[in-house]
């Protein structure tokens, strides 16, 4: 495993239920509930850290604004399961290979 994998689960850095998927994290605190902003390895840190990073995540909220908007998004039948059901590819990155969504166009956004 990465060890930015193991960094992003560590009970010791993001409290007991490090290992579930709270994006609420984020809502009150920029940090995620961390106990530094060394905790998150997504754009690095320090004087190297990625330059596009507010872009980046300005980008991702515009998206998924977007999604939400106008799809209802579910896990598709036989994704429920948990980590081990997603036929992860360990590499720089972690890539499901088995994780698939189904989405429905709603009254919402045009």
Known sequence: MPMSWLLHKSKEEWGADA???KPERWLDD?????????????FSTGPRSCI????????NLALL???VGRFE???????????EDM????????K???????????DGWT
């Open 19 to 21: 290992a579930q998927f």
């Open 30 to 42: 920029a940090s995620g509930g961390a106990r530094s902003k060394s905790c998150d390895l997504s």
């Open 52 to 59: 596009g990073e507010g872009f980046a995540k300005g980008e």
């Open 65 to 67: 604004a977007a999604v």
């Open 73 to 83: 998004v579910k896990l598709a039948e036989g994704c429920e399961g948990g980590l």
């Open 87 to 94: 036929g992860l590819i360990w590499g720089i990155t972690v």
């Open 96 to 106: 499901p290979t088995k994780l698939r969504f189904r989405m429905r166009v709603v």
